[in-house]
């Protein structure tokens, strides 16, 4: 069953697909036209691109990450002139070092195209901020900073954003955090104090 | 190369306000309690007299961790999770979600299946723009149109409620397509309604479009700039409004918006009035997407996969054969594990792009699950509409962006 799931089933059958493939660009890294640019414009600091689903993401090293979005954003054939997103993933559990990821999900409005930029970076380095080149980031700097506690440079105004200003159980969204927290909770009517469960569902 | 800020054309404050002594500024709280932030929205304002200089949103009331809850629980029990976050449009939420895993997995629903998402979908929008509508205008005193909304609202509600059992919480869709089956009086009912709605929606216009209270709240109001709309990553009627042609259906289609005829409608002058009608278009071209998709919809056909290892056997083989059996039970109990990988899935919801970042590692329960919810980002935008308006405006201002804060907070 393991080796059906890998290859897919049915589902890698060619042709069109509705979860709108094909918005991505080419598949292959070496045909896409943003991986070719950074690739020769940053040749220190390009890591890899990976497709998966045809989905191409390049990876880079965190120190340039903000040259490398303001290229794919200023350069005349590529214009990413639109943040659709900007978040983190802790990769404690899938590797050593570096701890996390930060994810920028770019997309070009006059080309129609996404694009995904990866950068990983231990605890504590600091991220160069994109709300110099899309206001848009700020608040979801703030949200990366609340949930994961990374700090990114040049953000000019990195408080909490969904948890309380006084919070100070850490970052909810690591995954050494306990889900219910480090806290214990009174729960009314009884003596003791709720228990810190984990999940009942455990990773394998 | 030099990083330039674009913050489109700032607000200019007069000189005789810039040079004002700061003790005569006020700070006043506006809400997490107010009526017309709806829900938990507490703003910070600034005032000078009944000017805003200053405004701080602060977020988190409702602030409940869906993305944590996600990494705990296997992929096909985040889909409840999601009619939470947006509740006025679930169906939406299960959508982008529902699509994100398919995606990941690599599986697609059946055609039909297919249409009656995109009819599901598109009634979850008008749910959302009724409510939208209704709230928005009896903000700024319109008392009457939220009557008339939710009643029309109710219609949709029913529809879902003969589809899926449930009228807010709908968690009506399924890996690989629906687990339930259509039953034989739903395509009547979409059909009344979208021969009762257009009617209606004329009443609504009657009532507000040359009203002349509406047009010196709406006109001239939150004004966004294009390049600051973009530049703030603003999506939905916010992003239209202004006139950047960004819809995720046309833009990047997913199911069958390829195959539809609808346009995307566009403001002109980015105010709260133009993103008024940009959302009213919507709703006529909603009505048009379903007429179609109804029109083109097969009859018969299966509305669910059978074979895949990542969508649960039908009832009636699970009763009748051995393997489906055993399927079954080792979906129940382990659930699937999709391959590693990472998908981002955006689909255009009834706010702006609503974008579902999956990481899986290859076990039955997600690595990372992110949302990117529009009205998250679009409220970005308030303190930049609010800068230089009256303290009456915030209302207006708020209810143009339309949030709903258990997106909002997720």
């Not at chain 1, 996390?100 to 195209?113: E, K, T």
Request: net charge negative; aromatic share 10%.
């Amino acid at each position: 069953m393991a080796e059906e799931q890998q290859t897919g089933g049915p589902a890698d059958s060619p042709g069109r697909r509705i979860w709108a493939t094909g918005h991505w660009g080419p598949t292959e890294p070496e045909e896409h036209p943003a991986v070719i640019a950074v690739r020769e414009r940053f040749p220190d600091s390009f890591v890899d691109a990976v497709n998966f689903r045809d989905e191409m993401t390049i990876r880079v090293d965190r120190p340039a990450l903000r040259e490398i979005v303001l290229f794919l954003r200023d350069e005349s054939s590529l214009r990413y002139n639109f943040l659709s997103d900007l978040t983190a993933v802790d990769m404690l559990r899938l590797r050593d070092n570096p701890r996390f990821d930060v994810v920028v999900q770019l997309y070009s409005i006059p080309r129609r195209q996404r694009l995904r930029v990866k950068a990983a970076f231990n605890d504590g380095d600091p991220v160069p901020s994109m709300t110099l080149l899309y206001e848009g980031a700020n608040w979801l700097e703030r949200e990366a900073y609340d949930m994961f506690g990374i700090v990114f440079e040049g953000h000019p105004d990195l408080r909490r954003m969904l948890l309380p200003d006084d919070w100070d159980e850490g970052h909810p969204l690591r995954k050494d955090y306990p889900l219910r927290g480090y806290r214990e909770y009174v729960q009314p009517g009884f003596e003791n104090p709720a228990p810190r469960v984990r999940s009942r569902f455990r990773r394998p | 190369m030099s990083l330039e800020i674009s913050q489109g054309t700032p607000v200019e404050i007069s000189e005789e306000r810039a040079l004002t002594d700061s003790r005569r500024q006020m700070v006043l709280n506006m809400g997490p309690q107010h009526p017309s932030t709806h829900g938990v929205l507490r703003v910070i304002l600034t005032m000078e007299g009944e000017t805003i200089v200053g405004c701080d949103p602060v977020l988190g009331y409702l602030h409940r961790g869906v993305e944590k809850l996600g990494e705990t629980h296997r992929y096909s029990q985040f889909v409840p999770w999601t009619d939470r976050t947006d509740y006025v449009a679930a169906p939406s939420n299960n959508l982008g979600y529902i699509l994100a895993v398919e995606r990941l997995c690599g599986i697609e629903a059946p055609e039909r299946a297919t249409y009656w998402r995109m009819i599901m979908g598109e009634l979850a929008r008008l749910a959302s723009h009724l409510v939208w509508l209704g709230t928005h205008a009896l903000d700024i005193g319109a008392l009457s149109m939220s009557l008339y909304c939710f009643r029309e609202r109710e219609l949709i509600l029913d529809i879902f409620e003969t589809f899926c059992g449930a009228r807010l919480t709908t968690n009506m869709m399924e890996m690989g397509g629906f687990s339930r089956p259509i039953p034989d009086n739903l395509p009547g009912m979409v059909r009344d309604f979208c021969n009762i709605f257009p009617e209606k929606q004329v009443e609504y216009e009657s009532l507000l479009s040359a009203n002349p209270i509406w047009l010196s709240r709406t006109r001239g109001v939150g004004v966004i700039e294009p390049d600051a709309a973009i530049s703030m990553s603003l999506t939905g009627a916010c992003l239209r409004g202004s006139g950047i042609n960004y819809d995720v259906r046309k833009a990047t289609p997913y199911l069958y918006y390829d195959r539809m005829d609808f346009e995307v409608p566009l403001g002109t002058r980015g105010d709260v009035y133009d993103r008024y009608l940009v959302r009213m278009e919507e709703m006529r071209q909603s009505i048009s997407i379903i007429e179609q998709c109804l029109d083109q919809m097969p009859t018969d056909g299966p509305l669910s996969l059978t074979e895949s290892p990542y969508v649960i056997p039908p009832h009636d083989s699970v009763m009748k054969t051995a393997e489906d059996m055993q399927r079954h039970f080792i979906w129940v109990i382990k659930g699937f594990s999709p391959p590693k990988g990472e998908v981002y899935q955006a689909i255009e919801h009834s706010k702006g792009e609503l974008g579902y970042y999956v990481v899986s590692d290859g076990t039955p329960i997600p690595y990372r699950v992110r949302l990117r919810t529009p009205d998250f980002v679009n409220l970005q935008s308030l303190p930049y509409m609010a800068q230089g308006a009256a303290l009456a405006d915030v209302v207006a201002l708020i209810g143009t962006i339309d949030i709903v804060l258990g997106s909002v907070d997720r």
